[in-house]
């Protein structure tokens, strides 16, 4: 146990003077503006549930990765994975790191409350309805979904008007809404062109396009938004260069919006957009890069490491993304197999992996700062990283890597007990990082602060006082 001085610097909180509101040290309020525990964290678990069941369908079921992508079984999985799990979860520390980043308050707690129910009703019937073919269900369910998203991007978009601050956050924020919009229309276009007896464009190509814009356009443009407050904070760094980070964000939106319209209608021009595109990554790690030699903090922690080797990722991802578009490139079986890795690495390697890193950081806050921020100068009270074990963080870094590696491997040679085991170094790491959980949100039931040491006076010799220290 520590004092608050022994503290995680950003977990350290001051008091205002004119307003009583606890500022993060890094310059965020907090008091006010952050909305109650329950509200994020019923988006998080729910997610961390939906990834879980996941991994486990894989696990059980490895002919889903070990064959070819484009069948019912394999669409309902990623529809777990992308709308119950990882949509689910950005949602959620949206409605937490928005309001607190932009030093406002969210817009309407009981609107958020409302969509987490339409939200999960959508995602819970289209992954059922996929499994099984129901297409028309599968637009019924997605109607449901699709309300859902707009109260989000409703009630997010009010939040983000009521703030003052513009800069590459806000940017990436606001884009990362505006391609959501956009995912989910094209995703009912799908789902009603499969109903239609002619569309102008290739099945695949559509679902290309849709995969597209939600990855890049939704998933990654969030982590760029918010990893330019987030990352400067938990390192205790700042922010190099704004209009470099304003150029990242840029680059990466023109280079998607080129490189959607590439892929729907066949055009060769779809490398030149997807250059674009990798540039404007280029100049986010870039940037990323100058904030993390700028730190304070030498060691960086698993939860940034989690993070850091993710966006890694991006780079061999990328790679892989301008071999597939190569337009002579020969259709074989590793040919087609390596589209399944491309998504898999970019779902599971980039987009969970740095999800699993922000929780890290995230969840141990929301439970100290609803448990503890009102005890510090009262009681004794943990520091963050008294919540959870930095070794089985340790753990279940390696065994993710380990499983990423296996599982990619296995995939691209079609090989389906090679991928069995990779996943189940990956349910092995989830269950690592759920234990994590579990000792974090232990401390929302039964709370382990301790009695504060205070100075108090005792006679000494010859009338003296002497400070003696007592619980």
């Known amino acids: 146990m520590h004092s608050q001085d022994d503290m995680q610097p950003e977990a350290r909180l001051a008091r205002s003077p004119k307003a009583g509101v606890a500022v993060l040290r890094g310059g965020m309020a907090i008091e006010g503006h952050a909305p109650v525990v329950g509200l994020p964290l019923r988006f998080l678990i729910t997610g961390m549930l939906a990834l879980g069941l996941g991994v486990g369908l894989l696990v059980l079921r490895p002919d889903l990765l070990a064959t070819y992508h484009y069948n019912q079984y394999v669409i309902a999985v990623t529809h777990l994975f992308t709308l119950g799990g990882i949509t689910t979860i950005i949602m959620g520390a949206m409605y937490q790191l928005v309001p607190v980043a932009l030093e406002t308050p969210l817009y309407s707690q009981r609107l958020a409350r409302w969509q987490f ?21 599968v637009g019924h369910f997605a109607s449901i979904l699709g309300l859902g998203v707009g109260l989000f991007v409703y009630n997010l978009a009010r ?47 559509q ?97 940034l490491r989690y993070f850091v080797t993710a966006l890694a990722g991006l780079l061999p991802v990328a790679g892989l993304g301008v071999v597939l578009a190569w337009p002579r490139l020969p259709l074989t079986a590793l040919t087609t ?29 929301l ?35 380990a499983g990423l590696l296996a599982t990619g491997v296995a995939t691209a040679f079609g090989h389906a ?10 349910a092995a790491s989830l269950a690592v990082f759920a234990l994590n959980m579990g000792k974090i949100f232990s401390h929302l039931v039964r709370p382990k602060p301790s009695p504060l040491m205070v100075p108090m006076a005792t006679p000494g ?11």
């Open 117 to 137: 129910v339409l939200h999960t009703v959508g995602f819970t019937g289209m992954v059922g309805m996929f499994w099984v073919w129901n297409l028309p269900q």
């Open 159 to 205: 939040t983000l008007r009521q703030s003052p601050r513009r800069n590459a956050v806000t940017g990436g924020i606001a884009s990362g809404l505006g391609w959501l919009v956009l995912t989910v229309l094209a995703g009912l276009y799908l789902a009603a062109a499969k109903c239609w007896t002619f569309s102008p464009f290739a099945p695949l190509a």
């Open 207 to 303: 679902m290309h396009a849709h995969a597209h814009l939600g990855v890049i356009g939704f998933f990654i443009m969030m982590i760029l938004g918010v990893s330019f407050k987030l990352v400067p904070m938990f390192a205790l760094s700042e922010v190099r260069s704004w209009r470099r980070a304003a150029w990242a964000i840029g680059l990466v939106n023109a280079g998607l919006a080129g490189l959607f319209v590439t892929i729907l209608v066949g055009s060769l021009w779809k490398l030149a957009f997807a250059g674009l595109l990798i540039g404007g990554l280029a100049v986010y790690g870039g940037e990323i890069n100058a904030i993390l030699r700028a730190r304070k903090r030498r060691q960086l922690d698993w939860g």
């Open 337 to 365: 197999q390596l589209e399944n890795v491309y998504g898999f690495l970019a779902l599971i390697g980039v987009v969970t992996f740095a999800i699993l890193g922000m929780l890290y950081k995230i969840v141990p806050f």
């Open 367 to 401: 439970v100290w700062y609803h448990r503890y921020s009102r005890e510090i100068g009262r009681q004794k009270v943990p520091a963050l990283a008294d919540l959870y074990s930095a070794r089985l963080q340790a753990l279940g870094y390696w065994l993710y890597l």
């Open 417 to 426: 007990p090679g991928v069995r085991w990779g996943c189940a170094l990956l």
């Open 461 to 471: 010799i010859a009338g003296a006082s002497h400070l003696t220290l007592t619980p």
